[in-house]
């Protein structure tokens, strides 16, 4: 069983998705996969070197996110020709690695699933939902960015009713660790069950 698991940065959803690797899931996380495909001495990051220069690598050769996330976040044009380069090659990793998964249920966590279509056939969708105000503070408070950074990536990102409304289940993340970690349970068990 596929499962996509979306949310929003901050949003909680690597908490339910560790929970379910812990039931016994497999989980692959495309953002790790984003990073894998553009590692040094790949394809993906010769192409992205072909198109903006190696002003994007470090001394070692391999990429700058932040450098190259500086000359594309606030351009869309540019921003485009970056996810034409990632997005085709992470779409390639996740159906490899979904197809060699050697677990019953396999958990997709695609943070962009509404944005970006995926080749992938789900069987069950599963959204993480909180207000972009908590969502803000938990970047603050785990990832060390300043209120202003974090405001303007929760902005970046389409809002959680476009995530929701493609989703079967909806965890609304905004509540004690012990309620988030209870429905995420509940809704495993109803995909153990093949409901």
């Known amino acids: 069983m596929l499962v996509a698991l979306t949310g929003g940065i901050g949003s909680g959803k690597s908490t339910v998705a560790a ?54 976040f606030n351009d869309q044009q540019q ?4 996810e034409g380069i990632i997005h085709p090659l992470v779409q390639k990793a996740a ?12 958990v997709y966590t695609i943070p962009l699933l509404a944005e970006v279509s995926s080749p992938l056939q789900f069987d069950h969708v599963v959204a993480v939902s909180c207000p972009a105000t908590v969502r803000i503070d938990r970047l603050v408070a785990t990832r060390g960015m300043t209120k202003e950074e974090a405001a303007a990536r929760v902005a970046a990102q389409l809002d959680d009713s476009a995530r929701e409304a493609l989703a079967d289940f909806v965890i609304n993340s905004d509540c004690p660790l012990d309620e ?3 429905e995420a349970d509940r809704i495993y068990s109803q995909f153990e069950v093949g409901s």
Request: charged fraction near 30%; aromatic fraction near 2%.
């Open 79 to 82: 921003r485009k020709i970056l």
């Open 19 to 72: 929970r379910w690797v812990e039931l016994g899931a497999t989980e692959i996380d495309a953002d790790v996969l984003a990073r894998e495909v553009v590692a040094k001495g790949t394809a993906g990051l010769r192409s992205i070197v072909e198109h903006f220069s190696e002003s994007v690598l470090d001394a070692d050769g391999s990429l700058d996110r932040a450098k190259l996330a500086g000359l594309v």
């Open 180 to 182: 988030l970690l209870a």
């Open 95 to 106: 159906k490899e690695r979904t197809a060699a998964a050697q677990t019953e249920i396999v």
